[in-house]
């Protein structure tokens, strides 16, 4: 599996448009856990596999590993401090079984097998900055360092390459004077590339100790960049402000991927788009203010975002991080988890516009395997939930959940219940429920 990082110097703001005909299903937590640490700490989060790292800093500097257990409780295993980091914002990435850490300068973590990092003595020698150092990306044993130079007060910026092929003594193998913009990410579907957000834009990384800027066409100044899927979601500057679709050439040609023939592409806003990983199945995830959730997508058929669930939050995010496998966000004193599998599953409900004459509900395969399509019926305005119990009437899946205009709408069930596993042979029960009414029907799964 490979994942992408991706870095931000600041929060990319996005616009959500919502067609007023969609209705997607909205997820809680999997777990939450309170954080071991002050509300108001700067911090950084890297989800590998079952385990998350966190590194904050505050009056001090320290590295938390907590674990995803098999029931999914979040349980912190181990805390270590680490040097002042200069509030660097980027001071975790990871790489095969290495976790990078900003610790003055750049400092390696070999992961255990029960998932704690222990930090591998290789000295001070060249891994000091003159300033303020941010993990901006990593390919295989290269670790990508943008820095501000504070002798010249932070105008000068540079970006670094460090050969970490041996861990006990790494380099600097490369440097040079740029101002990436907001992030820097790595895409190697084709060849390996760094994509930044200012110009060259691109970077050959084949010789990975010598990046070399590929020549471009594209000239457009970029707010932010984030991986999807083979492509990349960013924000044109300009007024007004145009969200696009980009894509990398085998030769490192950096294009819109509608080939600029949408001038007016407005599929986010008023989200906050900072997720630590972009993946290669096209998953993108950002905060929605006004609702309180964090809006999830997948690559649709046509390239461009489908959203897919809204997975709920009590505040604003300070973190999100995205891999295959979990969604991780931290607020200020708390961290929830769910799971990408379980949100990218979740199937959005098709609406038609007309105003029915009474409460319906029925299904249809019956019985089914793998999926039925559940339609209901509302005559009024409403809020109101589709729920899924067994026999015993022990809930499995809430499937939608919400204020609901009058019309028809379908919903989709993959027979999975709310954690993402598949549900057995037998007999179901999905109620709808409205403010004063309540219908249900039963439902046969046949494995």
Request: aromatic share 14%; proline share 6%.
């Amino acid at each position: 599996m490979r994942v992408y990082k991706i870095c931000h110097a600041f929060a990319i703001f996005f616009v959500v448009v919502i067609p007023l005909y969609t209705q997607v299903p909205t997820l809680f937590p999997l777990s939450s856990a309170s954080l071991p640490f002050e509300s108001s700490a700067l911090r950084d989060v890297e989800v590998v596999g079952d385990h998350i790292y966190i590194a904050k800093v505050l009056w001090s500097a320290d590295l938390y590993t907590l674990e995803i257990a098999t029931d999914h409780a979040i349980t912190r295993i181990d805390s270590q401090p680490f040097h002042e980091a200069w509030w660097s914002q980027n001071m975790l990435s990871w790489s095969g079984e290495y976790l990078y850490v900003v610790n003055h300068g750049i400092s390696a973590y070999e992961i255990s097998d029960e998932g704690i990092p222990q930090r591998i003595d290789h000295g001070d020698t060249t891994l000091s900055f003159q300033g303020i150092p941010s993990i901006y990306a990593t390919y295989n044993e290269y670790v990508y360092v943008h820095y501000w130079d504070v002798t010249t007060l932070g105008y000068d910026q540079y970006l670094t390459a460090i050969d970490f092929s041996d861990p006990l003594a790494p380099f600097n193998s490369y440097g040079i004077a740029f101002t990436p913009g907001n992030q820097i990410v790595v895409q190697d579907e084709w060849s390996p590339f760094l994509v930044s957000c200012k110009a060259p834009y691109v970077f050959d990384i084949s010789n990975p100790a010598q990046p070399q800027a590929v020549y471009q066409v594209f000239s457009d100044t970029l707010v932010g960049i984030v991986p999807f899927g083979n492509s990349f979601v960013s924000t044109r500057e300009g007024t007004p402000s145009r969200e696009r679709v980009l894509q990398l050439s085998q030769s490192g040609e950096l294009s819109y991927k509608d080939g600029g023939n949408r001038p007016d592409a407005f599929w986010f806003g008023d989200v906050v788009l900072y997720p630590k990983r972009g993946t290669t199945s096209g998953y993108l995830a950002g905060y929605d203010a006004e609702s309180q959730s964090v809006l999830t997508y997948r690559q649709g058929s046509d390239y461009r975002p489908e959203l897919m669930a809204n997975c709920w939050v009590p505040e604003q995010p300070q973190t999100l991080s995205l891999t295959d496998d979990w969604l991780v966000i931290t607020s200020n004193d708390s961290i929830y988890l769910y799971s990408t599998s379980l949100i990218m599953n979740s199937m959005g409900v098709n609406y038609t516009t007309y105003t029915p004459d009474d409460f319906r509900l029925h299904s249809r395969p019956n019985p089914f395997n793998p999926n039925t399509t559940i339609s209901f019926d509302l005559p009024e305005s409403s809020y109101a939930s589709l729920t899924i119990y067994d026999i015993t009437g022990r809930e499995i899946r809430s499937l939608v959940e919400g204020e609901f205009g009058p019309g028809h709408y379908d919903v989709s069930w993959l027979g999975i219940d709310d954690l993402g596993r598949n549900v057995s042979t037998g007999v179901y029960i999905c109620r709808l429920t409205t403010g004063n009414q309540s219908i249900s029907t039963k439902l046969l799964y046949v494995q």
